[in-house]
């Protein structure tokens, strides 16, 4: 990977444990954020926000975790095959990453039922489209339809080494078809069908409840010490 600079971000309130501050390295905004580099990157530990790539470094905490899911070995459980089966019904197709009224409206609902205590409360189209629309070649929306209706948008990544699941908003008001777990799901399977090892799911917070989820899809590797390995049981039940 060619030398690039990083730069320190300002420090801001933690949106994954409350009382905690955080901080971020950024690559330089300048810096073409290619296919290739990004893949870099992003087994080096990084994410993107938009067109901002950065990594957390926060003064005295480590709790970030860079995670991902080798999908060959990855076994579905019962419950995640139900899901797989529920959801049959439902076409995926990839478009481009701009702006959509119809996906601003769905990601609109979407946070105001489901994450109206959350740091992106209240949903804005800027906030929106500074959060998720880019530019970048490799960035998909992938719609999940039920014939015409729009059921759920995952933000993807697809990069030498696998996908990355940026972030998946859905229907609020489906509950029966466990739409985000499906969006993940269907990932693992597309990263099989494309041939790429992986999926990353960005960072795993131990202890933010929200972050839970993630630790259902097993085996799950982090970025520990600079290095990609299993993430222990211990680390996840302790």
Same mark, same amino acid.
């Given at each position: 990977?060619?030398?690039?600079?990083?730069? #320190?971000?300002?420090?801001?309130?933690?949106?994954?444990? @409350?009382?905690?501050?955080?901080?971020?390295?950024?690559?330089?905004?300048?810096?073409?954020?290619?296919?290739?580099?990004?893949?870099?990157?992003? $087994?080096?530990?990084?994410?993107?926000?938009?067109?901002?790539?950065?990594?957390?470094?926060?003064?005295?905490?480590?709790?970030?975790? @860079?995670?991902?899911?080798?999908?060959?070995?990855?076994?579905?459980?019962?419950?995640?095959?139900?899901?797989?089966?529920?959801?049959?019904?439902?076409?995926?197709?990839?478009?481009?990453?701009?702006?959509?009224?119809?996906?601003?409206?769905?990601?609109?609902?979407?946070?105001?039922?489901?994450?109206?205590?959350?740091?992106?409360?209240?949903?804005?189209?800027?906030?929106?489209?500074?959060?998720?629309?880019?530019? #970048? $070649?490799? =960035?998909?929306?992938?719609?999940?339809?039920?014939?015409?209706? #729009?059921?759920?948008?995952?933000?993807?990544?697809?990069?030498?080494?696998?996908?990355? =699941?940026?972030?998946?908003?859905?229907?609020? $008001?489906?509950?029966?078809? @466990?739409?985000?777990?499906?969006?993940?799901?269907?990932?693992?399977?597309?990263?099989?069908?494309?041939?790429?090892?992986?999926?990353?799911?960005?960072?795993?917070?131990?202890?933010?409840?929200?972050?839970?989820?993630?630790?259902?899809?097993?085996?799950? $590797?982090?970025?520990?010490?600079?290095?990609?390995?299993?993430?222990? =049981?211990? #680390?996840?039940?302790?």
């Amino acid at each position: 990977m060619k030398s690039i600079q990083l730069y #320190l971000g300002q420090e801001h309130d933690c949106s994954y444990l @409350s009382e905690r501050r955080a901080g971020s390295i950024l690559i330089d905004p300048e810096e073409e954020v290619t296919s290739s580099l990004y893949s870099q990157l992003i $087994e080096q530990g990084f994410r993107r926000s938009a067109a901002h790539v950065y990594r957390p470094h926060c003064q005295g905490c480590n709790a970030c975790i @860079s995670v991902r899911i080798p999908v060959q070995t990855f076994k579905a459980t019962r419950a995640q095959n139900k899901i797989i089966r529920r959801n049959q019904d439902i076409n995926v197709r990839a478009v481009s990453s701009q702006f959509r009224a119809e996906h601003y409206a769905l990601y609109q609902r979407y946070i105001e039922q489901r994450h109206s205590d959350g740091d992106m409360y209240p949903p804005s189209v800027e906030q929106y489209q500074g959060f998720l629309n880019t530019e #970048l $070649e490799f =960035a998909r929306f992938y719609e999940f339809r039920l014939d015409e209706q #729009l059921l759920a948008v995952a933000v993807t990544d697809v990069l030498a080494y696998g996908l990355s =699941a940026m972030y998946t908003f859905y229907e609020p $008001e489906d509950t029966r078809r @466990s739409l985000g777990h499906y969006a993940i799901l269907w990932q693992i399977q597309e990263s099989l069908r494309l041939d790429l090892p992986y999926v990353y799911l960005g960072y795993w917070v131990k202890d933010c409840k929200k972050m839970n989820y993630k630790t259902q899809y097993q085996p799950l $590797e982090g970025f520990i010490n600079q290095h990609w390995q299993p993430l222990p =049981a211990e #680390l996840i039940y302790n």
